[in-house]
Structure formats: C-alpha cells, structure tokens
C-alpha cells in the first residue's frame, strides 16, 4: 500500500503524519480522518482553494487536474508547479509526500471561539 506522509504544519499538523492508504483515497478526506483540519470551505467538491496542498513526492503518479480544478488553482496563494487541491488528490500506486501551505485565502474561515 502507498504511504502519504503530511509534513509538520504549525496550525493543522504540528508533528506530521505518515500513514499507509489503499489506492483511490482522497487527501482531503484522509486529513480530516486523521485530525488533520485542513480547511474545506465548499466542503470539498472544487469550488474554492482553502484544501491547496503541494505534493513534493509522488505528483507525477497522480492523474491530471482537470480545468475546474486548474481554474480554482488559478486563485490559490502561494501556488506552485505541484500545486493540487486535496479535495481532487487521489492516491494512486505511489507514496506521496504532502505539504499544507502556511496561508490559504478563505473568507468563510470563522474566529476561535
């Protein structure tokens, strides 16, 4: 089975995370499986950024994003070359390495209460 490792994130992942997945598990889902909050403000159906992450190992073993998915990346801050978003990200064969930018751009994100 393919590993994903999270790497350390201050805010939603202090310690990171590896774990081993079946293929065809999304990497959305599987942070928030792991209580790994990454922020999903459309709930994870490809209509906002705030689940931007860079896969740093693995990208080429995924298939390709779609334009829907190309387009909300377009909005995305810090974007880079392996820039996906997890909400679309599903594990293929190959271990993959995820980071969680530091910033993401949600307007919906509600104060600590």
Same mark, same amino acid.
């Given at each position: 089975?393919? !590993?994903?490792?999270?790497?350390p ?13 079946p293929?065809? @598990? ?11 909050e990454?922020?999903?403000? =459309?709930?994870g159906? =490809?209509?906002? @950024? @705030?689940?931007? =992450? ?22 995305a ?5 392996q820039? !996906? ?8 064969d190959?271990?993959l @390495? ?11 994100a509600?104060?600590?209460h």
């Open positions: 089975m393919p !590993r994903v490792e999270f790497l994130h201050e805010k939603f992942c202090p310690n990171g995370l590896v774990v081993e997945v293929a065809g @598990t999304n990497i959305l889902e599987l942070a928030h499986e792991h209580h790994i990454m922020e999903s403000a =459309c709930g159906v =490809c209509a906002c @950024t @705030t689940c931007h =992450c860079v896969v740093r190992k693995g990208f080429s073993s995924l298939a390709e994003a779609d334009e829907m998915e190309e387009d909300m990346l377009d909005k801050w810090g974007l880079e070359a820039s !996906r978003l997890g909400c679309q990200v599903i594990v293929a190959q271990d @390495t995820i980071e969680i930018p530091k910033y993401s751009l949600n307007h919906a509600e104060a600590p």
